[in-house]
């Protein structure tokens, strides 16, 4: 009879088990629609409470109750009273580390987001700054860029005087990710564009809106993070810490590629360091961009042919279109400094087929006509209409890359500014909008008109 007991009380069990799980599984269902239909129609208040049973009830039902619970969360903080506000906080932190250990995915973009939200409550650097450096460390392309700039701005102030390398490190680290983002976002645009405008959908149309704010926000993020330590990376300082730490590194690819990448940037190439540097990065990591580096001191010292195999190696072995473009624009600007316009012109072009969002290619183009005024020009009019030619470049680049447009202003400028004016016209009998033809190595045609 006991047994018989017992074998009927695990029966119970095994057909009552189901249905207990069904109804605790329904719930959950029932609550995370409800609230999501609310979130959806932005109902924050109204969705609060079945997201919040969610939360206590099936953590693990979506993680959806994390990506929407974050902004209902964050909303139930805004509208919290002062009394109010250190519980709604605590909700918000809650919402971030119930999705860490429920979802332990997409740490470096959840560490950022909690980032954020320390500096938004007033937290003190140093906190903030544990958070960063965890993003940083996690994945540093998950920083936003007010982010990216706090961080870097910690960094130097506590190593600017006492340890610079660190500064330096974390400055290509840095514009490591800052490129990383740039070619992902340039390549979907590149995406859109190639569509047919015509029929180019509105979705379409928001994306690359979305991706070139994107881009130009990267670009105002550079721009910060070079003026920052643009008083620490001086030729002066770059080539005695580069010295004092190259027979410990002079076997490291990454330590060498940066740099390299330093001086050339600072255009300290004129230092034989700068040779020393660029024979152990090639030796260390023959790659595309260490055999562009290579090339150019071999342009530099004479061995012009040679220099044009490396440059071809280099262009060769990279399979991807934008790194190409990306090397193809290095030896351009290269050819640039070495005086052979007319190859460097060549290869900005060549960047610009296989990215043609590249619009500093258009801004290389466009200071090196410029700078041929005089020499392409035989009276006033002429040399001036040179810029002409120089300002059509730089609003082609402004044009395809929206993310410089700070930059190509400043191009677009000066250039306006050194166009012929009314006045220099009529002394030379010529139009505005006529034709004028430009030659020497530019051999190119404009359209004739004035500053004023």
């Known amino acids: 009879m006991k047994k018989a007991l017992q074998i009927l009380a695990l029966l119970i069990f095994t057909l009552s088990a189901p249905v207990a799980f069904s109804q605790a599984d329904a719930d959950c269902n029932i609550k995370y629609n409800l609230f999501k239909g609310d979130y959806q129609a932005k109902k924050y208040d109204a969705a609060y409470e079945n997201w919040l049973w969610c939360m206590d009830n099936c953590p693990t ?9 974050i902004k209902i969360a964050e909303h139930k903080l805004e509208n919290a009273s002062a009394v109010e506000k250190p519980a709604a906080a605590n909700l918000v932190m809650r919402v971030f580390n119930q999705r860490l250990e429920h979802y332990p995915t997409d740490f470096g973009k959840i560490y950022d987001d909690i980032a954020t939200f320390k500096m938004e409550q007033g937290a003190s650097d140093d906190e903030v700054y544990t958070w960063l450096e965890k993003t940083f460390k996690e994945d540093p392309t998950e920083m936003g860029g007010k982010n990216i700039y706090k961080y870097f701005d910690i960094i130097l102030n506590k190593n600017k005087n006492t340890n ?21 976002y340039s390549k979907k645009i590149e995406a859109i564009n190639a569509k047919d405008s015509t029929t180019l959908s509105t979705k379409d149309k928001k994306r690359r809106g979305d991706y070139q704010q994107i881009l130009t926000n990267l670009s105002i993020v550079e721009g910060g993070l070079d003026a920052k330590i643009s008083e620490i990376s001086t030729c002066e300082n770059l080539i005695p810490l580069n010295k004092k730490y190259f027979e410990e590194k002079k076997n490291d690819a990454v330590w060498l590629k940066r740099a390299v990448s330093r001086m050339y940037n600072k255009e300290c190439t004129d230092d034989p360091f700068y040779d020393t540097l660029v024979e152990a990065y090639v030796k260390a990591d023959p790659s595309p961009q260490a055999s562009v580096f290579y090339a150019g001191i071999l342009i530099k010292n004479g061995e012009t042919n040679k220099a044009m195999e490396y440059f071809k190696k280099a262009v060769d072995q990279e399979s991807d279109s934008y790194k190409k473009a990306k090397y193809l624009l290095t030896v351009g600007q290269i050819l640039s400094k070495q005086g052979r316009k007319g190859e460097a012109r060549t290869y900005a072009y060549r960047a610009l087929e296989h990215a043609p969002t590249m619009g500093r290619a258009y801004l290389l183009i466009a200071g090196m006509y410029a700078s041929s005024a005089n020499s392409c020009g035989v009276d006033v009019v002429s040399k001036r209409m040179v810029y002409v030619a120089a300002l059509n470049k730089a609003l082609k680049a402004k044009s395809v890359d929206p993310s410089i447009s700070s930059l190509a202003n400043r191009y677009i400028s000066s250039y306006s500014e050194n166009l012929p004016s009314k006045k220099d016209l009529f002394a030379a009998a010529i139009d505005a909008g006529t034709i004028h033809k430009i030659g020497c ?12």
């Open 441 to 452: 190595w530019i051999n190119e045609t404009v359209r004739v008109q004035s500053k004023d």
């Open 61 to 69: 039902l979506s993680v959806n109750i994390y990506k929407y619970g």
């Open 164 to 184: 610079p390398q660190i500064v330096f490190d974390t400055y290509d680290q840095v514009g490591e990710g800052v490129e990383v983002k740039r070619e992902a």
